[in-house]
């Protein structure tokens, strides 16, 4: 939060939802994660695609984490005025 709002964070506000952006951008970035988990995952039961190409390497967590974190930023940062009420 000190990232986006570049220290200018208001204590009265926290719990206010008209003062609060919304989660749209939260939401899309849990469901990047969860793509990223299908594609990289290498499990007994499944393999995913990008686990197949890799050698059976489980790559699902970290390709989860850098998905999900790369979505967040760039939509909270680059729609902010849209995702904000």
Avoid: C
Avoid at 24 to 37: K, R, S, T, V
Avoid at 44 to 59: H, Q, S
């Amino acid at each position: 939060h000190f990232y986006f709002r570049k220290g200018r964070y208001e204590l009265d506000s926290w719990n206010n939802p008209k003062h609060l952006p919304n989660g749209i951008p939260a939401i899309m970035a849990f469901g990047a994660g969860l793509l990223g988990a299908f594609l990289g995952g290498s499990q007994p039961l499944f393999t995913g695609p990008l686990a197949k190409i890799l050698m059976n390497a489980d790559v699902g967590f970290e390709l989860s984490i850098l998905l999900s974190s790369v979505t967040y930023f760039w939509l909270r940062k680059s729609r902010l005025p849209s995702f904000s009420q």
